[in-house]
């Protein structure tokens, strides 16, 4: 089975540029995780999803970040503008509320670098 | 947000040795999931537990979730060099489903 895919996996891009990072959650989950990991706060939770409805986005940063979920099978995380500070590495994670196991399974990230 | 304490923040050992490390939550969890990470990919779930006392091993990899809720154990017996990889915890209440994470332990093994 696939797991979560995410694109792109690098990016480079500009100050001022707007960034768009995808997910596609494993097949039959219904919660979705974004996540941004650098080396001085390590893993931060943005904002998550049930059943493509924002639950908690406390952890957007400010207002230049915004996420949806337009279907069950994609969302998207975008930065606008962005800002060097902004670089880091973007994971998606998807996991079932349905089942008794509810693991948690991460893609293999987006590597943002802002010039 | 939650806070998972995770320790050591590091470890070098020699091949062979075992090694421990823990997390700690000033919260009751309902899960505790334990990943590894390597450059330049994902965390990988390497161990789920699901209730109070539980022991559960993964090959050489053993992992225990603490009969207070609070705390949960990792350990690996005998490393090898490819064990090399952040390890991190992570924890989930019973009042929503997002997963909190501790701040990872890096492990080096030397040959």
């Known amino acids: 089975d696939a797991g979560v895919i995410q694109s792109p996996r690098h990016e480079v891009t500009e100050m001022g540029q707007e960034v768009t990072l995808r997910c596609k959650p494993i097949?039959?989950?219904?919660?979705l995780f974004w996540y941004r990991q650098t080396m001085m706060r390590g893993l931060e939770l943005l904002i998550y999803?049930?059943?493509?409805?924002?639950?908690?986005d406390s952890g957007m940063p400010e207002d230049r970040f915004s996420a949806k979920m337009p279907n069950a099978s994609f969302s998207t995380l975008k930065i606008q503008p962005s800002e060097p500070r902004d670089s880091a590495v973007y994971f998606c994670?998807?996991?079932?509320?349905?089942?008794?196991?509810?693991?948690?399974?991460f893609g293999e990230g987006s590597r943002l670098t802002v010039l | 947000g939650q806070q998972l304490n995770q320790s050591p923040q590091s470890m070098f050992i020699q091949e062979g040795e075992d090694v421990s490390m823990n997390c700690t939550s000033s919260s009751i969890f309902n899960t505790w999931l334990w990943y590894k990470q390597e450059p330049g990919e994902g965390p990988v779930l390497l161990i789920a537990?699901?209730?109070?006392?539980e022991l559960t091993s993964n090959g050489r990899l053993t992992a225990q979730f603490g009969i207070t809720r609070k705390d949960s154990f990792l350990n690996i017996s005998a490393s090898i060099p490819s064990d090399v990889g952040i390890y991190f915890c992570a924890g989930q209440t019973n009042t929503g489903n997002q997963f909190y994470f501790g701040t990872g332990t890096s492990l080096t093994v030397i040959p």
């Open positions: 097949s039959g989950h219904n919660s």
């Open positions: 994670a998807s996991s079932s509320t349905t089942t008794y196991t509810g693991e948690l399974f």
């Open positions: 999803f049930n059943n493509n409805v924002p639950i908690d």
């Open positions: 537990l699901y209730k109070a006392g």
